[in-house]
């Protein structure tokens, strides 16, 4: 079986460009995931579910502040979870372009092989 289009300009061309895209998503997903997590931090709503003693709100505004609060920490966990996702993908577009471009060395290396051994 024969894979002529292993030796084609586009299809490394493709390769390169998937090892290109899996990089750029990983460092994207890294970034929004750092980002999520230390705004998460700072979270009034992050903070009142994680501390052990219970709250005591003192008026409607506090209240009403807390409800932003939990908005914007559910926001930011769903940011973080779709970081996950997008990391994964680029992970896995990686890995594509990885084994592409060991396709591509191996069926190079294969056909240099006998020309090789012809003027050794």
């Known amino acids: 079986m024969t894979f002529s289009f292993l030796d084609k300009d586009w299809f ?15 460092l994207f997903a ?10 998460m931090q700072n979270n009034a709503s992050y903070q009142a579910k994680t501390s052990e003693t219970p709250l005591e709100l003192q008026s409607e505004a506090e209240a009403q502040m807390l409800m932003a609060a939990d908005v914007e920490y559910r926001r930011l966990l769903l940011q973080r979870d779709n970081a996950l996702i997008v990391g994964g993908a680029g992970l896995a577009v990686l890995a594509v372009g990885w084994i592409g471009n060991d396709f591509v060395r191996a ?4 056909v240099n092989a006998p020309l090789q051994s012809e003027t050794g």
């Open 12 to 26: 490394r061309g493709i390769v390169f460009a998937f090892i290109i895209i899996g990089i750029v998503a990983g």
């Open 30 to 39: 890294a970034q929004q995931f750092i980002d999520a997590s230390l705004r």
């Open 107 to 110: 069926r190079r290396r294969k």
